[in-house]
């Protein structure tokens, strides 16, 4: 099983079938398997606060949702995530394609690539990076386990290392 | 028009359907209006109350009412063509229209210089879209949209007199609340 089949198995073993994004090249690894997947749903969103909203309806309606975006994406899904997800306690999984690491080829990238994860702290939520596939069933699995739990966001960053990222 | 008699009207009206509210007046107003579960009042998250109820209608088969402000849905125009384009039958937006930013001071907004939020639905390919401007055409439009395959998109025009006290909303009580007529309550430790 390679990283993408290893997310997709992650988001079905939790039941979290409604899959909203904004498209990006690495990312698509995971969203044209979720998209050939009858037990998903993908819904692209036209901006990344968007599928944040659009995620977040679905699970107040009973279907767990999650967001795949970029690193560049995240910085405009920041005030959805601070005054909706947080106060709401809604446990939203985000998969971002974290850019501006090792291997980046564009100089636009690296502020907010760089800014995600000092981001994500101060808005008190739990992230994690993925640069390898080792162990990554287990730590997607408690990954999961742990966003439900705490019902808030959470952020598995997938990085250059991990998928190969964007050739200049 | 008044957006509370809107309001009003539609919380008697909209049956066991999922509402879902702007920030500030357009929550504070559907409180007002009687405590229901299934209203999912917003306080932040400005421009995403549509976004939120096109979810909600991808997530269950029973009716959602987002009711929007124009200053918000001009803030994410971009969700006017998700609903365009993933067309939920089960899905109807009220646009609360009173040509300003009513809650910064009434500054002029775009639909009071010409933005015509129906034809921006019209061009993202939602058929049945309505502007109305009295109780009487918004209950039969909001009437006809519970009844009908959607999506729909009504535009309300109102006027602007005055606000309701700030409801004592509490989001994580609210969407609690909200999540279990959808599903079994959590219970403890699980």
Redesign the interface.
């Known amino acids: 099983m390679n990283w993408a089949e290893t997310i997709v198995k992650a988001l079905k073993d939790w039941d979290t079938s409604l899959i909203t994004y904004v498209p990006d090249i690495s990312i698509h690894q995971v969203t044209s398997l979720i998209d050939e997947d009858p037990f998903f749903r993908l819904v692209p969103a036209t901006r990344e606060e968007e599928a944040i909203g659009i995620a977040v309806g679905s699970y107040a309606a009973g279907r767990n949702a999650a967001v795949f975006m970029q690193s560049s994406g995240f910085g405009n899904s920041v005030n959805a995530l601070a005054s909706l997800c947080i106060p709401a306690r809604t446990p939203i999984p985000m998969f971002i394609n974290l850019r501006g690491g090792p291997g980046e080829f564009n100089i636009a990238q690296v502020p907010m690539g760089q800014a995600v994860r000092p981001i994500m702290d101060q808005l008190g939520l739990v992230h994690f990076t993925l640069n390898d596939d080792t162990n990554m069933d287990k730590i997607l699995d408690g990954a999961m386990k742990l966003c439900y739990a705490n019902r808030q966001p959470m952020a598995v960053c997938l990085t250059q290392l991990l998928h190969g990222g964007k050739l200049a | 028009m008044r957006r509370f008699d809107g309001t009003q009207l539609i919380s008697r009206i909209a049956g066991n359907a ?1 509402i ?1 509210s702007n920030l500030g007046p357009s929550s504070d107003e559907l409180w007002h209006s009687g405590l229901r579960d299934r209203n ?1 009042y ?7 109350c549509s ?10 088969d029973e009716q ?1 009412i987002s009711l929007d402000g124009d200053g918000s849905m001009l803030m ?1 125009l ?2 006017i ?2 609903i365009g ?2 067309k939920p039958k089960n899905l109807t937006v009220v646009v609360w229209d009173n040509e300003k930013w009513g809650q910064t001071g009434g500054q002029t907004s775009h639909t009071g210089m010409g933005t015509d939020l129906e034809q921006v639905a019209k061009s993202c390919g939602i058929t049945r879209t309505k502007t109305v401007t009295d109780l009487e055409d918004l209950e039969a439009a909001v009437s006809e949209a519970m009844k009908t395959d959607g999506p729909n998109f009504i535009v309300a025009k109102i006027e602007e007199s005055g606000y309701m006290p700030v409801a004592p909303v509490e ?2 009580f ?3 609340r ?2 279990n007529t ?2 079994e309550p959590r219970q403890p430790g699980s």
Do not use: D, Q
Not at chain 2, 42 to 48: A, C, K
Not at chain 2, 51 to 60: P, V
């Open positions: 999922a879902v999912f917003t306080y932040g998250n400005m421009g995403l976004s939120i109820a096109l979810g909600m209608a991808m997530a269950t959602v994410n971009g969700t063509a998700s384009r993933e989001p994580e609210t969407l609690y909200f999540r959808f599903v």
